[in-house]
């Protein structure tokens, strides 16, 4: 049963007010189920994108595993080695945000900048194979960046649909059942109270009539 809210006086004018507050708490709830969806539907969106990338990532790993695995079988290990101690590449992510409901959702995005490695590499120390390693973990960073930001989107959308969900859920089950109940009870206060009043005027009316009947 709803918890009847606190109520100063009983009157007309409180009755007012909280009939207008049960409208307003009806209005907000619509908001809130309506953002709530928005959010549910954006979360089961990035879960499917990030089931996608996370099996394209897994795939791509494998690749550049394999590719890995053929050149440092043709250069050898000391070679490959050589080659992992250089900097390759100056990583430079940038940042942004989308907002979605009023979620602010990160967005990550790799620039493109130069191959310090490839300037600095010999001509002879290189091969298709060891470009073609590189061309691989380059495609896997990208993705593992484009999984981060799914992920965080994940993560920040799971908790305000948990916050949502939370203020729909007071507003359905306390607020404006609450609100309800007490209306409804200075509803059948004035009720009572009017045909009290009723009652007395008739009384108080028979008794003129009768005083009357008795002065003639």
């Not at 897994?58 to 080695?81: R, W």
């Not at 967005?107 to 073609?132: C, G, N, W, Y």
Request: hydrophobic letters at 45%; aromatic letters at 6%; proline letters at 2%.
């Amino acid at each position: 049963m709803a918890t009847k809210v606190q109520v100063t006086r009983p009157t007309k004018i409180e009755l007012a007010r909280l009939k207008r507050r049960l409208k307003l708490a009806t209005r907000i709830q619509k908001i809130v189920k309506d953002r709530l969806s928005i959010l549910v539907m954006e979360f089961l969106q990035t879960v499917k994108e990030c089931a996608v990338v996370k099996e394209r990532l897994l795939a791509e790993y494998a690749e550049a595993y394999k590719a890995l695995s053929i050149a440092t079988g043709y250069h050898g290990d000391f070679q490959i080695e050589k080659e992992l101690l250089v900097p390759g590449r100056i990583i430079e992510i940038t940042a942004g945000i989308r907002n979605v409901a009023g979620v602010r959702i990160p967005l990550f995005e790799i620039e493109k900048t130069e191959h310090v490695h490839a300037r600095q590499r010999p001509m002879t120390d290189t091969s298709s194979l060891l470009d073609k390693s590189t061309e691989l973990a380059q495609r896997c960073l990208a993705t593992t960046v484009e999984l981060a930001e799914l992920e965080s989107a994940l993560e920040l959308l799971g908790a305000e649909i948990n916050k949502v969900k939370r203020i729909n859920n007071a507003l359905e089950y306390i607020v404006i059942p609450g609100l309800g109940e007490t209306i409804k009870y200075l509803n059948m206060k004035f009720e009572e109270r009017d045909r009290e009043e009723v009652a007395r005027l008739k009384h108080v009316k028979l008794l003129i009539e009768k005083r009357e009947a008795f002065a003639y």
